[in-house]
């Protein structure tokens, strides 16, 4: 019988770390978080949860269009926001237009502030760093109030489809 203890004992380790490194795996692959504002809204709105894959940015810089999961640079949670302009690019929001590298971008399912005309830049984004903003810019912080984000503080990319 002493063996039959050993192959539990062994099976149980063995089954113990396969969970744990699965669970570390996914830590740094994909991680569920949960939109605490509205600032993405109709694409996300609070409340929603959302996957966030940690692997390809750490192949590729983030693309214009993209909805990222930035870290917060005033601190607290972390921030879903759409890049809408990358390093060497120049941004500027005209009577509530988007404009990247003096070219109208149609906003995807973005909502302007409808009482307000926004102005905002023209601004140069630094090399390997980006501008983001809210889907709801009357509801959003974002590049406009904390300026252009570094690449490194992008935890991941959205999966909308989650």
Same mark, same amino acid.
């Not at 969970?19 to 994909?30: H, M």
């Given at each position: ?12 380790? =063995? ?39 940690? !692997? ?8 214009? =269009? ?19 302009? !990358? ?21 995807? =399912? ?43 503080? !992008?935890?991941?990319? !959205?999966?909308?489809?989650?």
């Amino acid at each position: 019988m002493p063996s039959g203890r050993r192959l539990a004992r062994g099976l149980t380790t =063995g089954l113990a770390c396969f969970a744990l490194l699965a669970a570390l795996a996914a830590r740094f692959t994909v991680e569920p978080i949960l939109v605490t504002s509205s600032s993405m809204r109709p694409t996300l709105a609070a409340g929603d949860r959302v996957l966030v894959e940690k !692997v390809t940015y750490r192949f590729r810089a983030p693309h214009r =269009g993209e909805v990222v999961v930035i870290t917060d640079p005033h601190g607290g949670t972390p921030l879903v926001k759409r890049v809408v302009a !990358v390093g060497g690019d120049r941004v500027e929001l005209n009577s509530g237009v988007l404009l990247v590298n003096d070219r109208v971008v149609p906003d995807r =399912g973005a909502q302007p502030d409808a009482e307000v005309a926004e102005f905002f830049g023209p601004l140069d984004v630094p090399a390997e760093h980006l501008f983001v903003l809210g889907d709801n810019r009357a509801e959003s912080d974002d590049s406009r109030e904390f300026g252009s984000v570094d690449e490194r503080r !992008v935890i991941g990319r !959205v999966w909308l489809g989650a």
